[in-house]
């Protein structure tokens, strides 16, 4: 866990109002995955709850921050996807949580200090479970904060959002992400950043699992479908087996590039035989499945859809 050099500003207004005690009741981190958002929690929590914090970093050694590292400090609420009755992870969070959670916020602190939430991702209340934490941020309990991560907070009700004070993990400049991975050791950082359309978060992690072969991977399949060598079930059926929304990723960026080469008059990479406007609406549909994917449309479908548009 540790902070990126491109949260150092919205540590450093968070801790000033830490130090005014001008805390808000709730806080929104919102921002693309990749960005640390989560460590910045994490941090920002732990120091919250620790008996010592020096410039609000935790001491790491007191009982509060003992209780943090093993999960068990009463003070601290991590809510996420619950189960359902079979056993199976849910995708959302549902109302019967929150409310739950409004209870033991009804409790007073065990240690006498903050009584901290996270809801992450936050995105994922289903709208019954959002009115029910509506009526919570509306009348706040005294030391309590609720912190809201989202990685779309458009996905939240405008009036959730209007009563948080949001925080904004943007991506940071092109440099100040190069130096971050090449000190991360990340191999051909600017290749991985490419990759990540500037994040260097996703281009640490994807990096490391391979994710610029999958890159090429996605390029040649385009390239072959669009001249008619490719065999579109079989480029479904790995597309699926792998990172379907990863390799949608790479598909909007290979046509982003493709639309780049033919305004700039050089080779256009994946030889496609849609003009310009049609390649523009195959962008947009490749979006749109990603969020589709989200749902409980399967997969394969999806794709096929996508695929028989590209040929």
Not at 136 to 143: I, K
Not at 273 to 299: H, M, T, V
Request: glycine content about 8%.
């Amino acid at each position: 866990m540790s902070l990126r050099p491109w949260h150092a500003d919205a540590w450093a207004r968070l801790q000033a109002r830490r130090e005014r005690d001008a805390l808000p009741h709730a806080l929104l981190l919102a921002g693309p995955a990749g960005l640390g958002k989560r460590d910045f929690l994490a941090a920002f929590v732990k120091g919250l709850l620790c008996q010592r914090p020096v410039d609000g970093v935790a001491c790491g050694t007191c009982r509060g921050c003992q209780l943090v590292d093993a999960g068990t400090h009463p003070d601290r609420v991590a809510l996420s996807f619950g189960l359902r009755k079979d056993g199976v992870t849910r995708s959302e969070i549902v109302v019967d949580q929150i409310r739950e959670l409004s209870q033991r916020l009804a409790m007073a602190s065990q240690f006498g200090g903050w009584q901290v939430v996270s809801i992450d991702p936050a995105d994922a209340m289903n709208a019954a479970a959002a009115n029910a934490l509506l009526k919570t941020l509306e009348e706040p309990t005294p030391a309590t904060l609720l912190i809201l991560v989202a990685d779309e907070p458009a996905r939240l009700p405008a009036t959730i959002r209007s009563r948080c004070q949001r925080i904004d993990f943007l991506v940071p400049a092109r440099d100040e992400s190069l130096a971050w991975l090449r000190a991360a050791g990340v191999p051909d950082p600017v290749a991985a950043l490419d990759a990540a359309g500037g994040n260097p978060g996703m281009a640490r992690t994807w990096a490391a699992d391979g994710a610029l072969k999958q890159r090429g991977e996605v390029r040649n399949d385009l390239k072959a479908l669009a001249a008619g060598r490719g065999d579109a079930m079989e480029v479904i059926k790995r597309w699926q087996a792998a990172d379907p929304q990863r390799y949608l990723w790479f598909a909007a960026q290979a046509v982003t590039d493709e639309l780049r080469a033919r305004a700039a008059g050089t080779a256009a990479p994946l030889e496609s035989r849609l003009d310009d406007e049609s390649l523009d609406a195959w962008y947009a549909k490749a979006n749109r499945a990603r969020d589709a994917l989200r749902g409980p449309l399967r997969a394969d479908l999806v794709l096929l859809e996508l695929v028989a548009a590209w040929r």
